[in-house]
Protein backbone atom coordinates (compact mmCIF):
# COMPACT_ATOMS: atom_id res chain seq x y z
CA UNK A 1 0.00 0.00 0.00
CA UNK A 2 2.51 2.56 0.88
CA UNK A 3 4.52 1.58 -2.29
CA UNK A 4 1.12 2.34 -4.34
CA UNK A 5 1.06 5.77 -2.58
CA UNK A 6 4.47 6.32 -3.07
CA UNK A 7 4.21 5.51 -6.88
CA UNK A 8 1.06 7.98 -7.12
CA UNK A 9 2.90 10.76 -4.99
CA UNK A 10 5.97 10.29 -7.62
CA UNK A 11 3.89 10.49 -10.78
CA UNK A 12 1.79 13.61 -9.53
CA UNK A 13 4.88 15.03 -8.71
CA UNK A 14 6.59 14.73 -12.22
CA UNK A 15 3.48 15.21 -13.80
CA UNK A 16 2.89 18.72 -12.16
CA UNK A 17 6.83 19.84 -12.97
CA UNK A 18 5.65 18.74 -16.42
CA UNK A 19 3.26 21.37 -16.13
CA UNK A 20 5.35 23.90 -14.57
CA UNK A 21 8.29 23.94 -16.69
CA UNK A 22 5.76 23.37 -19.78
CA UNK A 23 3.37 26.61 -19.07
CA UNK A 24 5.38 30.25 -18.62
CA UNK A 25 3.32 32.52 -16.03
CA UNK A 26 2.89 36.07 -18.17
CA UNK A 27 5.25 38.31 -16.46
CA UNK A 28 3.71 41.57 -15.13
CA UNK A 29 4.05 44.74 -17.20
CA UNK A 30 7.89 46.92 -16.52
CA UNK A 31 9.06 50.00 -17.44
CA UNK A 32 8.22 52.39 -20.15
CA UNK A 33 7.95 52.56 -23.54
CA UNK A 34 8.72 56.14 -24.92
CA UNK A 35 7.53 57.52 -28.31
CA UNK A 36 8.69 60.85 -29.83
CA UNK A 37 5.20 62.30 -31.51
CA UNK A 38 5.21 65.20 -34.02
CA UNK A 39 1.87 66.07 -33.76
CA UNK A 40 -0.80 66.68 -30.59
CA UNK A 41 -4.34 67.91 -31.18
CA UNK A 42 -5.66 69.70 -27.93
CA UNK A 43 -8.31 66.97 -28.05
CA UNK A 44 -8.35 63.01 -27.31
CA UNK A 45 -12.42 63.06 -28.53
CA UNK A 46 -11.16 60.95 -31.74
CA UNK A 47 -14.26 61.92 -33.88
CA UNK A 48 -13.47 65.82 -33.20
CA UNK A 49 -10.04 65.78 -34.60
CA UNK A 50 -8.52 64.33 -38.12
CA UNK A 51 -7.26 60.71 -38.24
CA UNK A 52 -3.81 61.90 -37.33
CA UNK A 53 -4.88 60.70 -33.75
CA UNK A 54 -4.52 57.12 -34.23
CA UNK A 55 -1.00 57.33 -33.78
CA UNK A 56 -1.09 56.94 -30.45
CA UNK A 57 -5.29 56.14 -30.06
CA UNK A 58 -4.58 52.68 -31.51
CA UNK A 59 -3.20 51.64 -27.86
CA UNK A 60 -6.58 53.15 -26.38
CA UNK A 61 -9.11 51.69 -28.77
CA UNK A 62 -10.38 49.02 -30.46
CA UNK A 63 -12.32 49.35 -34.04
CA UNK A 64 -15.77 47.66 -34.41
CA UNK A 65 -13.92 46.10 -37.62
CA UNK A 66 -10.11 44.33 -37.12
CA UNK A 67 -7.77 44.12 -39.63
CA UNK A 68 -4.44 42.44 -39.80
CA UNK A 69 -1.20 44.85 -40.01
CA UNK A 70 -0.50 43.26 -43.51
CA UNK A 71 -3.84 45.47 -44.12
CA UNK A 72 -6.80 42.83 -44.55
CA UNK A 73 -9.60 43.01 -42.68
CA UNK A 74 -9.67 40.30 -40.37
CA UNK A 75 -12.68 38.41 -37.96
CA UNK A 76 -10.18 38.14 -34.91
CA UNK A 77 -8.88 41.64 -34.76
CA UNK A 78 -12.08 43.68 -34.29
CA UNK A 79 -15.01 44.06 -31.54
CA UNK A 80 -16.75 42.13 -34.29
CA UNK A 81 -16.33 38.58 -34.43
CA UNK A 82 -18.62 38.48 -37.84
CA UNK A 83 -20.22 40.67 -40.36
CA UNK A 84 -23.04 40.52 -43.04
CA UNK A 85 -24.54 42.77 -45.96
CA UNK A 86 -27.53 42.43 -47.36
CA UNK A 87 -27.87 41.17 -50.88
CA UNK A 88 -28.57 45.08 -51.81
CA UNK A 89 -25.54 46.51 -49.85
CA UNK A 90 -28.04 48.79 -48.15
CA UNK A 91 -28.56 46.54 -44.71
CA UNK A 92 -25.12 45.43 -42.74
CA UNK A 93 -25.74 43.15 -39.96
CA UNK A 94 -22.06 42.92 -37.01
CA UNK A 95 -21.87 40.45 -34.35
CA UNK A 96 -19.94 41.54 -31.38
CA UNK A 97 -17.61 38.95 -29.09
CA UNK A 98 -18.41 38.84 -25.74
CA UNK A 99 -16.82 39.84 -22.50
CA UNK A 100 -15.01 42.80 -24.38
CA UNK A 101 -14.06 45.27 -21.31
CA UNK A 102 -13.69 49.02 -21.24
CA UNK A 103 -10.98 50.64 -19.23
CA UNK A 104 -13.85 50.99 -16.56
CA UNK A 105 -14.87 47.61 -15.74
CA UNK A 106 -18.27 48.09 -18.35
CA UNK A 107 -18.61 45.55 -20.88
CA UNK A 108 -18.69 46.57 -24.72
CA UNK A 109 -22.60 46.42 -25.99
CA UNK A 110 -24.32 47.20 -29.30
CA UNK A 111 -25.70 50.27 -27.55
CA UNK A 112 -22.09 51.40 -27.63
CA UNK A 113 -21.58 50.54 -31.08
CA UNK A 114 -24.87 52.44 -31.96
CA UNK A 115 -24.04 55.64 -29.41
CA UNK A 116 -20.32 55.62 -31.44
CA UNK A 117 -21.46 55.57 -34.46
CA UNK A 118 -24.26 58.06 -34.22
CA UNK A 119 -21.51 60.41 -32.30
CA UNK A 120 -19.85 60.06 -35.54
CA UNK A 121 -22.23 60.92 -37.77
CA UNK A 122 -24.13 63.70 -36.30
CA UNK A 123 -22.49 67.53 -36.40
CA UNK A 124 -20.43 67.17 -33.38
CA UNK A 125 -18.58 64.39 -35.26
CA UNK A 126 -15.59 66.23 -37.24
CA UNK A 127 -12.98 63.61 -37.99
CA UNK A 128 -11.51 62.41 -41.40
CA UNK A 129 -14.07 60.24 -43.01
CA UNK A 130 -17.07 61.26 -40.60
CA UNK A 131 -18.76 63.74 -43.60
CA UNK A 132 -18.96 60.59 -45.85
CA UNK A 133 -20.29 58.07 -43.09
CA UNK A 134 -22.75 60.82 -42.70
CA UNK A 135 -24.28 61.09 -46.23
CA UNK A 136 -23.97 56.69 -45.90
CA UNK A 137 -25.18 56.02 -43.00
CA UNK A 138 -29.18 56.67 -42.18
CA UNK A 139 -29.93 55.08 -38.85
CA UNK A 140 -28.48 52.45 -36.76
CA UNK A 141 -30.53 49.48 -34.31
CA UNK A 142 -29.67 47.43 -31.62
CA UNK A 143 -30.78 43.73 -32.30
CA UNK A 144 -30.11 42.35 -28.66
CA UNK A 145 -27.08 42.98 -26.56
CA UNK A 146 -24.07 41.33 -28.84
CA UNK A 147 -25.96 42.47 -32.79
CA UNK A 148 -26.24 45.61 -34.18
CA UNK A 149 -27.40 46.83 -37.89
CA UNK A 150 -26.82 49.56 -39.59
CA UNK A 151 -29.26 50.68 -42.33
CA UNK A 152 -27.54 52.93 -45.13
CA UNK A 153 -29.18 55.32 -47.19
CA UNK A 154 -27.94 54.07 -50.44
CA UNK A 155 -26.09 50.75 -51.50
CA UNK A 156 -22.50 50.42 -49.10
CA UNK A 157 -20.53 47.90 -50.27
CA UNK A 158 -17.36 48.94 -48.31
CA UNK A 159 -18.75 49.82 -45.09
CA UNK A 160 -16.34 47.39 -43.23
CA UNK A 161 -13.97 49.12 -44.53
CA UNK A 162 -14.82 52.27 -43.36
CA UNK A 163 -15.52 51.06 -39.58
CA UNK A 164 -11.98 48.83 -39.66
CA UNK A 165 -8.57 50.48 -38.17
CA UNK A 166 -7.70 50.08 -42.36
CA UNK A 167 -9.71 53.56 -42.61
CA UNK A 168 -9.66 55.68 -39.92
CA UNK A 169 -10.99 56.51 -36.04
CA UNK A 170 -14.90 56.31 -37.32
CA UNK A 171 -14.62 52.56 -36.66
CA UNK A 172 -13.71 53.12 -32.75
CA UNK A 173 -16.23 51.67 -30.09
CA UNK A 174 -16.53 54.05 -27.23
CA UNK A 175 -17.86 54.06 -23.90
CA UNK A 176 -21.62 54.90 -24.42
CA UNK A 177 -22.57 55.32 -20.42
CA UNK A 178 -18.85 56.78 -19.26
CA UNK A 179 -19.57 59.31 -22.17
CA UNK A 180 -23.21 60.42 -20.85
CA UNK A 181 -22.06 60.14 -17.14
CA UNK A 182 -19.11 62.70 -17.63
CA UNK A 183 -19.95 64.47 -20.82
CA UNK A 184 -18.14 65.02 -23.88
CA UNK A 185 -15.55 67.56 -22.20
CA UNK A 186 -14.26 65.01 -19.81
CA UNK A 187 -13.91 62.27 -22.29
CA UNK A 188 -12.01 64.83 -24.24
CA UNK A 189 -9.22 64.66 -21.54
CA UNK A 190 -10.24 61.45 -20.14
CA UNK A 191 -10.77 58.93 -22.57
CA UNK A 192 -11.34 55.48 -22.08
CA UNK A 193 -11.62 52.12 -24.70
CA UNK A 194 -11.01 49.10 -24.44
CA UNK A 195 -7.62 49.11 -26.24
CA UNK A 196 -4.39 47.69 -24.15
CA UNK A 197 -3.76 51.16 -22.54
CA UNK A 198 -5.90 53.83 -21.04
CA UNK A 199 -4.40 56.97 -20.36
CA UNK A 200 -3.88 58.80 -17.18
CA UNK A 201 -2.01 61.97 -17.72
CA UNK A 202 -2.02 64.46 -20.98
CA UNK A 203 -0.56 67.93 -20.33
CA UNK A 204 -1.03 70.09 -23.75
CA UNK A 205 2.12 70.53 -25.81
CA UNK A 206 4.26 68.02 -24.10
CA UNK A 207 3.02 64.47 -23.48
CA UNK A 208 0.34 61.96 -23.41
CA UNK A 209 1.06 59.33 -20.72
CA UNK A 210 -0.85 55.60 -20.63
CA UNK A 211 -1.00 52.90 -18.68
CA UNK A 212 -1.68 49.40 -19.02
CA UNK A 213 -4.88 49.02 -18.41
CA UNK A 214 -5.43 45.17 -18.30
CA UNK A 215 -3.41 42.13 -16.80
CA UNK A 216 -4.39 40.94 -20.01
CA UNK A 217 -5.54 42.47 -22.90
CA UNK A 218 -8.23 40.86 -24.86
CA UNK A 219 -7.13 40.56 -27.90
CA UNK A 220 -3.12 41.16 -27.34
CA UNK A 221 -2.75 39.28 -24.20
CA UNK A 222 -0.16 40.33 -21.34
CA UNK A 223 1.49 43.44 -21.97
CA UNK A 224 5.19 44.14 -21.81
CA UNK A 225 5.52 47.66 -20.59
CA UNK A 226 3.95 49.14 -17.77
CA UNK A 227 3.69 52.67 -19.40
CA UNK A 228 3.74 54.31 -22.72
CA UNK A 229 4.70 57.85 -23.13
CA UNK A 230 4.47 60.02 -25.93
CA UNK A 231 6.40 63.30 -26.28
CA UNK A 232 5.61 65.99 -28.04
CA UNK A 233 8.86 67.11 -29.87
CA UNK A 234 8.21 68.55 -33.33
CA UNK A 235 12.04 69.75 -33.52
CA UNK A 236 13.79 66.78 -35.32
CA UNK A 237 17.21 67.72 -33.74
CA UNK A 238 15.95 67.60 -30.43
CA UNK A 239 14.28 63.89 -31.47
CA UNK A 240 17.20 62.79 -32.44
CA UNK A 241 19.23 64.07 -28.88
CA UNK A 242 16.64 61.88 -27.13
CA UNK A 243 17.02 58.59 -29.21
CA UNK A 244 21.14 59.07 -28.30
CA UNK A 245 20.13 59.70 -24.74
CA UNK A 246 18.06 57.00 -24.14
CA UNK A 247 15.04 59.31 -23.49
CA UNK A 248 13.02 58.15 -26.23
CA UNK A 249 12.62 54.55 -27.66
CA UNK A 250 10.68 55.46 -31.11
CA UNK A 251 11.38 59.15 -33.20
CA UNK A 252 10.14 59.73 -36.69
CA UNK A 253 13.46 61.49 -38.80
CA UNK A 254 13.84 62.68 -41.76
CA UNK A 255 15.20 61.11 -45.13
CA UNK A 256 18.62 63.29 -44.64
CA UNK A 257 19.37 61.89 -40.98
CA UNK A 258 19.10 57.95 -42.43
CA UNK A 259 22.70 57.43 -42.89
CA UNK A 260 23.70 59.25 -40.38
CA UNK A 261 22.14 56.89 -37.44
CA UNK A 262 22.54 53.87 -39.81
CA UNK A 263 26.24 54.55 -39.53
CA UNK A 264 26.16 55.16 -35.76
CA UNK A 265 24.63 51.68 -35.44
CA UNK A 266 21.12 52.53 -34.69
CA UNK A 267 18.61 50.61 -36.92
CA UNK A 268 15.79 52.27 -38.93
CA UNK A 269 12.77 50.85 -40.23
CA UNK A 270 10.90 52.10 -42.68
CA UNK A 271 7.01 52.49 -43.05
CA UNK A 272 5.83 50.12 -45.85
CA UNK A 273 2.07 51.73 -45.62
CA UNK A 274 3.47 54.44 -47.37
CA UNK A 275 2.01 57.32 -47.52
CA UNK A 276 2.00 60.24 -50.61
CA UNK A 277 2.70 63.33 -49.94
CA UNK A 278 1.45 66.01 -52.58
CA UNK A 279 1.00 69.70 -53.32
CA UNK A 280 -1.86 71.27 -54.20
CA UNK A 281 -4.20 74.01 -54.70
CA UNK A 282 -6.99 75.36 -52.30
CA UNK A 283 -10.55 76.10 -53.44
CA UNK A 284 -9.53 75.40 -57.35
CA UNK A 285 -13.64 75.50 -57.51
CA UNK A 286 -13.83 79.79 -57.09
CA UNK A 287 -13.58 81.79 -59.98
CA UNK A 288 -11.97 84.64 -58.05
CA UNK A 289 -8.63 82.57 -57.61
CA UNK A 290 -5.97 82.22 -60.53
CA UNK A 291 -5.96 78.37 -59.70
CA UNK A 292 -9.35 78.16 -60.83
CA UNK A 293 -8.04 78.13 -64.35
CA UNK A 294 -6.89 74.93 -65.59
CA UNK A 295 -3.99 76.42 -67.26
CA UNK A 296 -2.68 78.42 -64.18
CA UNK A 297 -2.48 74.48 -62.29
CA UNK A 298 -0.79 73.43 -65.10
CA UNK A 299 2.06 76.01 -65.28
CA UNK A 300 2.51 75.58 -61.29
CA UNK A 301 2.52 71.88 -61.94
CA UNK A 302 5.36 72.23 -64.90
CA UNK A 303 7.74 75.11 -62.61
CA UNK A 304 8.23 72.91 -59.72
CA UNK A 305 11.49 70.79 -60.45
CA UNK A 306 10.26 67.52 -58.74
CA UNK A 307 13.14 65.35 -59.15
CA UNK A 308 15.16 68.38 -56.70
CA UNK A 309 13.36 68.36 -54.45
CA UNK A 310 13.07 64.03 -54.30
CA UNK A 311 16.99 64.75 -54.40
CA UNK A 312 17.42 67.57 -51.83
CA UNK A 313 14.29 66.92 -49.37
CA UNK A 314 13.85 63.69 -49.59
CA UNK A 315 17.14 61.95 -50.13
CA UNK A 316 15.76 59.45 -53.02
CA UNK A 317 13.98 57.48 -50.38
CA UNK A 318 10.42 56.68 -52.04
CA UNK A 319 9.15 57.08 -55.85
CA UNK A 320 8.03 60.62 -57.45
CA UNK A 321 4.41 59.60 -59.12
CA UNK A 322 1.47 61.16 -60.70
CA UNK A 323 -1.44 59.76 -58.84
CA UNK A 324 -1.95 61.57 -55.33
CA UNK A 325 -5.05 59.13 -54.56
CA UNK A 326 -3.35 55.52 -53.58
CA UNK A 327 -0.43 53.80 -53.40
CA UNK A 328 0.64 50.70 -55.47
CA UNK A 329 -1.04 47.69 -54.49
CA UNK A 330 -4.08 49.13 -53.52
CA UNK A 331 -7.42 48.76 -54.73
CA UNK A 332 -7.91 49.74 -58.56
CA UNK A 333 -4.30 51.26 -58.29
CA UNK A 334 -3.28 53.18 -61.67
CA UNK A 335 0.15 54.68 -62.26
CA UNK A 336 0.55 58.07 -64.10
CA UNK A 337 3.93 59.23 -64.70
CA UNK A 338 5.23 62.27 -62.86
CA UNK A 339 5.02 65.88 -64.37
CA UNK A 340 8.41 67.37 -66.35
CA UNK A 341 9.86 70.00 -65.21
CA UNK A 342 8.80 72.47 -67.81
CA UNK A 343 9.66 76.36 -66.63
CA UNK A 344 9.20 78.12 -70.61
CA UNK A 345 6.23 76.16 -70.98
CA UNK A 346 4.92 76.99 -67.57
CA UNK A 347 5.33 80.84 -68.49
CA UNK A 348 3.71 80.76 -71.70
CA UNK A 349 0.55 79.00 -69.94
CA UNK A 350 0.33 81.59 -67.40
CA UNK A 351 0.19 84.22 -70.71
CA UNK A 352 -2.17 82.34 -72.58
CA UNK A 353 -4.50 82.15 -69.00
CA UNK A 354 -3.83 85.37 -69.02
CA UNK A 355 -1.43 86.46 -66.31
CA UNK A 356 1.97 87.19 -68.47
CA UNK A 357 3.13 89.27 -65.13
CA UNK A 358 2.26 86.18 -62.86
CA UNK A 359 0.18 86.82 -59.88
CA UNK A 360 0.52 86.49 -56.03
CA UNK A 361 -0.31 83.20 -53.86
CA UNK A 362 0.45 82.08 -50.49
CA UNK A 363 2.10 79.07 -49.59
CA UNK A 364 0.58 77.75 -46.12
CA UNK A 365 3.46 75.85 -45.06
CA UNK A 366 4.13 74.18 -41.22
CA UNK A 367 6.25 70.85 -39.76
CA UNK A 368 3.72 67.89 -41.41
CA UNK A 369 4.70 65.67 -38.65
CA UNK A 370 6.05 62.64 -40.02
CA UNK A 371 4.56 62.31 -43.71
CA UNK A 372 5.99 65.60 -44.58
CA UNK A 373 8.04 67.27 -41.52
CA UNK A 374 10.59 69.19 -44.13
CA UNK A 375 7.42 70.69 -45.64
CA UNK A 376 9.03 74.27 -44.76
CA UNK A 377 12.13 73.85 -47.14
CA UNK A 378 10.57 72.32 -49.23
CA UNK A 379 8.21 75.26 -50.15
CA UNK A 380 11.58 77.31 -49.66
CA UNK A 381 12.48 75.73 -53.09
CA UNK A 382 8.56 76.04 -54.15
CA UNK A 383 9.01 79.60 -53.80
CA UNK A 384 12.02 80.19 -55.78
CA UNK A 385 10.67 77.99 -58.55
CA UNK A 386 7.47 79.81 -58.88
CA UNK A 387 10.20 83.10 -59.07
CA UNK A 388 11.29 81.74 -61.53
CA UNK A 389 8.34 81.94 -63.81
CA UNK A 390 6.69 85.41 -62.38
CA UNK A 391 4.65 83.94 -59.86
CA UNK A 392 5.00 86.23 -57.06
CA UNK A 393 4.98 83.54 -53.83
CA UNK A 394 4.37 84.24 -49.99
CA UNK A 395 5.20 81.49 -47.42
CA UNK A 396 2.46 81.79 -44.73
CA UNK A 397 4.09 79.82 -41.77
CA UNK A 398 2.21 77.72 -39.49
CA UNK A 399 3.32 76.12 -35.60
CA UNK A 400 1.65 73.10 -36.53
CA UNK A 401 -0.92 70.97 -38.86
CA UNK A 402 -3.77 72.06 -35.76
CA UNK A 403 -3.18 75.55 -35.57
CA UNK A 404 -3.09 75.39 -39.99
CA UNK A 405 -6.42 72.91 -39.85
CA UNK A 406 -8.97 75.03 -39.16
CA UNK A 407 -8.51 77.82 -41.75
CA UNK A 408 -8.29 74.66 -44.59
CA UNK A 409 -11.57 73.19 -43.37
CA UNK A 410 -13.46 76.84 -43.20
CA UNK A 411 -11.69 77.31 -47.11
CA UNK A 412 -9.78 80.58 -45.69
CA UNK A 413 -6.48 80.11 -47.81
CA UNK A 414 -7.75 81.84 -50.24
CA UNK A 415 -6.03 79.46 -53.48
CA UNK A 416 -3.09 78.96 -51.98
CA UNK A 417 -0.52 75.90 -52.27
CA UNK A 418 -0.78 73.50 -49.53
CA UNK A 419 0.50 70.20 -48.40
CA UNK A 420 -1.40 66.78 -47.46
CA UNK A 421 -1.19 63.13 -48.21
CA UNK A 422 -3.24 60.66 -48.95
CA UNK A 423 -2.77 57.46 -46.05
CA UNK A 424 -1.53 53.85 -47.14
CA UNK A 425 -5.06 52.66 -47.65
CA UNK A 426 -6.36 49.85 -49.69
CA UNK A 427 -9.67 51.30 -50.42
CA UNK A 428 -8.39 54.68 -52.56
CA UNK A 429 -12.11 56.45 -52.66
CA UNK A 430 -11.54 56.87 -48.63
CA UNK A 431 -8.80 59.55 -50.04
CA UNK A 432 -10.75 60.82 -53.09
CA UNK A 433 -13.75 61.46 -50.99
CA UNK A 434 -12.00 63.76 -48.67
CA UNK A 435 -10.13 65.64 -51.53
CA UNK A 436 -12.72 65.79 -54.46
CA UNK A 437 -15.87 65.11 -53.30
CA UNK A 438 -17.95 68.49 -54.00
CA UNK A 439 -19.60 68.21 -49.87
CA UNK A 440 -16.22 67.10 -48.21
CA UNK A 441 -14.71 70.11 -46.11
CA UNK A 442 -11.26 68.82 -46.73
CA UNK A 443 -11.89 69.18 -50.95
CA UNK A 444 -9.56 71.08 -52.90
CA UNK A 445 -11.64 70.87 -56.28
CA UNK A 446 -15.11 71.03 -56.85
CA UNK A 447 -16.77 69.38 -60.25
CA UNK A 448 -19.91 67.35 -60.86
CA UNK A 449 -17.88 64.89 -62.53
CA UNK A 450 -15.60 63.75 -60.08
CA UNK A 451 -18.48 64.12 -57.40
CA UNK A 452 -20.93 61.48 -59.51
CA UNK A 453 -17.84 59.03 -59.88
CA UNK A 454 -16.88 59.07 -56.49
CA UNK A 455 -21.11 58.29 -55.34
CA UNK A 456 -20.92 55.87 -57.73
CA UNK A 457 -17.76 54.15 -57.20
CA UNK A 458 -18.42 54.21 -53.44
CA UNK A 459 -22.25 52.37 -53.88
CA UNK A 460 -21.70 50.25 -57.12
CA UNK A 461 -21.90 46.41 -55.84
CA UNK A 462 -20.19 45.64 -59.29
CA UNK A 463 -16.16 45.18 -58.66
CA UNK A 464 -15.25 45.45 -62.07
CA UNK A 465 -16.86 48.73 -62.35
CA UNK A 466 -15.44 50.09 -59.22
CA UNK A 467 -12.22 49.56 -60.31
CA UNK A 468 -12.80 51.28 -63.51
CA UNK A 469 -14.38 54.38 -62.07
CA UNK A 470 -11.32 54.80 -59.21
CA UNK A 471 -8.91 54.49 -61.78
CA UNK A 472 -10.73 57.08 -64.16
CA UNK A 473 -11.01 59.31 -60.90
CA UNK A 474 -7.70 59.46 -60.42
CA UNK A 475 -6.84 60.39 -64.20
CA UNK A 476 -9.67 63.09 -64.24
CA UNK A 477 -7.60 64.60 -61.45
CA UNK A 478 -3.94 64.11 -63.06
CA UNK A 479 -4.99 65.21 -66.83
CA UNK A 480 -6.83 68.30 -64.94
CA UNK A 481 -3.20 69.09 -62.38
CA UNK A 482 -5.15 69.39 -59.56
CA UNK A 483 -2.70 68.21 -58.29
CA UNK A 484 0.71 69.54 -58.54
CA UNK A 485 3.88 67.08 -57.17
CA UNK A 486 3.39 64.37 -55.40
CA UNK A 487 5.64 60.87 -53.88
CA UNK A 488 5.24 57.93 -52.85
CA UNK A 489 6.76 58.21 -49.43
CA UNK A 490 7.63 55.33 -47.17
CA UNK A 491 8.56 57.00 -43.68
CA UNK A 492 11.66 56.05 -41.49
CA UNK A 493 12.11 55.62 -38.14
CA UNK A 494 14.82 55.33 -35.64
CA UNK A 495 14.29 52.98 -33.13
CA UNK A 496 17.05 52.95 -29.53
CA UNK A 497 19.02 50.34 -28.93
CA UNK A 498 16.69 48.36 -26.30
CA UNK A 499 14.28 47.34 -28.82
CA UNK A 500 13.98 45.19 -31.58
CA UNK A 501 13.15 45.66 -34.86
CA UNK A 502 8.97 44.92 -35.90
CA UNK A 503 7.43 45.23 -39.24
CA UNK A 504 5.91 48.28 -39.24
CA UNK A 505 2.69 46.81 -41.20
CA UNK A 506 0.08 48.80 -43.91
CA UNK A 507 -2.56 50.58 -41.23
CA UNK A 508 -2.83 54.06 -41.81
CA UNK A 509 -1.49 56.41 -39.18
CA UNK A 510 -0.01 53.55 -37.67
CA UNK A 511 3.29 52.00 -36.79
CA UNK A 512 2.04 48.79 -35.33
CA UNK A 513 3.04 49.87 -32.04
CA UNK A 514 1.08 46.80 -30.64
CA UNK A 515 3.22 44.49 -31.81
CA UNK A 516 6.09 46.69 -29.67
CA UNK A 517 3.76 46.59 -26.24
CA UNK A 518 3.30 42.43 -26.44
CA UNK A 519 4.81 40.11 -24.30
Avoid at 247 to 253: C, G, L, N, S
Avoid at 412 to 430: D, F, M, Q, T, Y
Amino acid sequence: MKKRILFYLLVTFIVSSTIFVGFTLAASPTGTLTVANTYQPDTMDPIRVDNNIIFYMTLVHDTLVGATPEGELSTDTGIAHKWEMSPDGKVWTFYLRKGIKFHNGDEVTAEDVKFSLNRVISPYGLSTFSPALRKTIERIETLDRYTVRIYCKVPAPLLSYDLSSMSGAEGYVLPKKYIEKHGNTHFAQNPIGTGPYKVVEAVGGYHIKMEAAFDRHWLLGPLKYKNVVFRLIPEELVRVGAIKTGEVDIAYIGPDRVDGLKAAGYTILQDPGTVVPFFTTTEQWNEKHPVHNKKVRQALALAINGEEIFKHIFHGIGRLTGNCNAIRGSMGYKDFPPYPYDPQKAKELLKEAGYPDGFEIKLHSFPAGYWFPTLPRAFELVASYFEKIGVKPKIIPYADYSSFRPKFVGHELEGGIVANASGGRANPLKSMNLWWHGKSLARFAEASELTNMIEKATSTLDEKERIELIQKIAEYTYLNYNTLWSLEFASPYVISKKLEPWELGYLPFDINLRDVVRQ
